[in-house]
């Protein structure tokens, strides 16, 4: 199928004419609280699930809800054996919610609120990751089916519900299902842009290690007046042990930890340091002014060339309002590894472990919990599809897409690689100041509308 | 009043013959749920304290519930204007219940419940600490007052609600209304048994300096995939500052915490090494086998004698089920200081203070929130009281009380020692399995019922 400019342009036409549709069933799907992390909201996972499959099946797609081991899988194919396919990943799952008293608004009962300056924005959990991401490119494929009945590429959805739980089910469910994904490329759609106004491509992702650490000391927790100082305490054990695992200069001190890092070649540090990002103007942003990480990177190197080390959450003893003089029995710490490559995300994982077991003082036990270890991926920076895409968004933006890495993770893109060998188009609409995974997530009216009309194009630009 | 034997002994039977009504009585004020920290039950607060300033005005005491800035005071005078009169301290309010789940039983609802071996004891929050204390004093009262129609001395009493929640309106109170309490001596009832059948006098107490510490960093909650490395991590900051409050030998690193502690002189700790006490067994009893305080210091010492500081709560980020990839904006510890005599608690407060703001890394600030600030107490061993006391704690036990210095703190026999001039008697019967502020907390109905007993002949023997 080669797509005449007035057939996109009629697209394109359609998209605008029909926003308000889009924005009532982006809003039915980000009503339903699709939290993963927790259990207690599996069935409402399922029921975004459903949604999902039922609309998929609408459009023509042979479309399923499919069993794992977690939350289910939506799959809805629409292959074209002669022609370009592609896998399309997303995930309907959200990140939790908390603190609720800081959100403006329910985080499940999306608001399209308005600024000053007339923009128009979407306030709720998922408004932007995934959930108003993953639309963009429904949209834009409804576009398609309703106007010329086809698209432009054969597609196979592949949308899961525990991107925001270390994607524990989706290896399993791929690698057992791999045949069913054969394809050229994979679409994925979980990444920002570049700027309000410049889109972006991400051609590498950091991995992630994530372990959950609790401390046991006492046998039951403990009154510091009876037992203060003789009693070993698990909160100092566990702010001991994340002290010691920073070096002074910012660095991670857990051993071994930079053995594998490949650095990032000097042409490409040069490449960023040209390009229009102000560290000092990233981190005042959100109230900072110094870059906390390793001493001679830059803030951009910092986010998104190099591995850390972050403490997600502590929690010991009591932390409700006053004051309780108590020795608890356990603490515990969830700590996390952004990683690039080359490193072994087990390798890591391991030397974390020994590192911790390493300075157990006395009477501690230590379990560890594991929420994933996935390797940092990255694609080339050329190739007939990304270049395609690459037009297909300048034309939409009018301004070339800047191509970088990515300092999040996203387990899925390296099982698609790792398993079914296709390297992913990253491609997003969300902006920095989304505040993805924290209260008051939001996407811009623009992102979105924006976003279908950049799929359409490059759909076209694909087919 | 000079009380003959035999008057003695009517008085005991009294007691014995009454203790399922004092066990019902001592169970209403268990029901009530007055958790003295935690604001949210200011009403339940009042409500144990009208309930036993009722119960003190039924005894023919000048009762009465008193307002503070906090919860109120219950204060009941019966003096005796030309004999000796003692101010009788308790308090009314009790710990957090949390973590629930960890009771066997609603700890509101207290339940009698028997041991394979026939032991019977009552578990419920405030069953030892210090409900259950301050009725085996007041049921002591009441024997008297039913058999002989007065009362041995001139007693007032007065009962706090704030003592778990660093006594906030005592000392105010106290100050402000001192020539009602002026008396020979305090009764003080918040200790503890020796071991299950030897009696204590405690001669000593830590002090507390206790402090709320928050940090902040970036002005919300991060996304770890976007931030992690650049942003400065709360997490981390306040672990590294814990990290810091601790030298390798155990002892508190905060600058001159040590000048100005009264070193225990050398015949009175060669007599608590005579002392049935095993360190070992100790730390056993709550699965412990390694002192974790200062080298070089016995248990003991470490628990009673030595100044310690401990985490007693920490928290920051995500806690709850699974994980998820934040940066939290804050990050918070509840840190205390426990003091020996001549420590001054807001030297060591501003010395921590200055330790904390000196080991800022940038882009963070700190606010502190002082939960109580109290010095360490001690008194004579021996004096006509204590050493009536004793006799009469070895008529009723059968052997010889224990005196030493207690580990906790009691901000209020503080207080009543600077503003009211008293030496406390510090005389209770809870054991050291009792679980006090933990889950399950219980006294041992044989505490109980002898405690009342013991009390019936203090006042006998002061009077």
């Not at 990515?406 to 188009?425: F, Q, W, Y």
Request: net charge negative.
């Amino acid at each position: 199928m080669s797509l005449p400019p007035q057939e996109l342009e009629r697209l394109l036409a359609h998209v605008d004419a029909n926003l308000g549709e889009s924005l009532d069933r982006w809003f039915a799907l980000l009503r339903i609280p699709s939290i993963s992390t927790d259990p207690a909201y599996a069935p409402q996972c399922r029921a975004a699930a459903d949604w999902l499959a039922a609309m998929l099946g609408e459009l023509g797609f042979d479309a399923a809800v499919r069993d794992t081991d977690g939350n289910p899988m939506v799959v809805g194919h629409r292959r074209k054996p002669d022609g370009l396919n592609a896998v399309f990943y997303g995930h309907y799952d959200v990140q939790p919610v908390d603190p609720l008293g800081l959100w403006a608004s329910d985080p499940f009962e999306p608001v399209l609120a308005e600024r000053e300056n007339g923009e128009k924005f979407v306030r709720a959990r998922g408004a932007a990751d995934d959930k108003g991401l993953v639309m963009t490119f429904v949209e834009a494929c409804r576009a398609f089916l309703n106007l010329t009945g086809d698209l432009p590429i054969g597609l196979s959805f592949l949308i899961e519900g525990e991107e925001e739980s270390a994607s524990r089910s989706f290896a399993p469910f791929v690698t057992a299902n791999a045949a069913e994904f054969e394809a050229d490329l994979a679409l994925v759609c979980d990444t920002g842009m570049w700027d309000k106004s410049t889109p972006a491509i991400v051609t590498s992702l950091r991995g992630l290690v994530a372990e959950d650490v609790e401390i046991t000391c006492a046998s039951r927790d403990l009154h510091s007046g009876g037992y203060g100082s003789a009693a070993r305490n698990p909160n100092q054990v566990i702010a001991d042990i994340i002290a010691s695992l920073r070096n002074p200069d910012g660095s991670v001190a857990v051993e071994g930890f930079y053995d594998d890092v490949r650095e990032v070649p000097p042409e490409i540090v040069e490449m960023w340091n040209k390009l229009d990002f102000d560290g000092t103007e990233f981190l005042a942003s959100v109230g900072l002014t110094t870059p906390a990480g390793e001493k001679g990177r830059t803030v951009f190197e910092q986010i998104n060339a190099r591995p850390t080390c972050e403490i997600n959450g502590i929690s010991g003893g009591y932390a409700g309002p006053g004051f309780k003089t108590v020795i608890p029995s356990k603490a515990n710490a969830k700590i996390s590894f952004r990683l690039v490559a080359d490193q072994d995300p087990h390798k890591v994982r391991d030397a974390f472990r020994k590192h911790v077991r390493d300075r157990l003082p006395p009477d501690c036990t230590v379990k560890f919990e594991e929420h994933g270890a996935a390797a940092a991926v990255a694609v080339p920076y050329s190739g007939p599809h990304i270049d395609k895409a690459r037009q297909a968004l300048m034309d939409e933006w009018g301004t070339e897409p800047v191509l970088h890495g990515g300092g999040g993770s996203i387990p899925a893109v390296e099982t698609i690689k790792k398993v079914l060998g296709l390297d992913a188009l990253m491609i997003g609409f969300s902006r920095k100041d989304d505040a993805v995974h924290s209260p008051n997530e939001k996407l811009d009216l623009e992102s979105f509308h924006k976003g279908i009309r950049s799929w359409v194009r490059i759909l076209a630009a694909l087919g």
